[in-house]
């Protein structure tokens, strides 16, 4: 089992920045791959930016250049900094892990999801 809790959101001017944290517990972090999703009013849930076991990274075309995802396998944690956010950021943003290191970025490839947290642009 893993368990994720996440931290960071708020409220944010656009332009400004915001860095995402998400503690795990459980075993096998530095195996499994990670994700941050997002999921704004009426959209689906989409993967923002993805890690895997060995450092390789995804991030969807409308964030690239502006957000950094990364980890710390020695506390179990993993990050996604966020800047130069824009409105169309605004969104419950989700972390996740999966039960294999790939690279992954499907939300149905990943069985372990924190309680979410809100990031809100406003413009």
């Known amino acids: 089992q893993v368990q994720l809790v996440e931290s960071g959101g708020g409220l944010v001017q656009a332009g400004g920045s915001l860095r995402l944290s998400c503690g795990a517990s459980?075993?096998?972090?530095?195996?499994?791959?990670m994700a941050w999703f997002r999921q704004g009013p009426g959209k689906e849930r989409e993967c923002v930016a993805a890690?895997?076991?060995?450092?390789?990274?995804y991030y969807v075309d409308s964030v690239k250049g502006r957000f950094t995802i990364s980890r710390d396998n020695a506390k179990n944690t993993v990050t996604l900094q966020m800047t130069s956010l824009k409105p169309e950021d605004t969104a419950v943003y989700y972390c996740?892990?999966?039960?294999?290191?790939?690279?992954?970025?499907?939300?149905?490839?990943?069985?372990?999801w924190g309680q979410g947290t809100q990031v809100t642009v406003s413009s």
């Open positions: 996740a892990a999966s039960s294999t290191g790939r690279l992954r970025v499907r939300p149905e490839e990943y069985g372990y």
């Open positions: 459980g075993r096998a972090f530095s195996n499994r791959a």
């Open positions: 890690i895997g076991w060995t450092a390789t990274t």
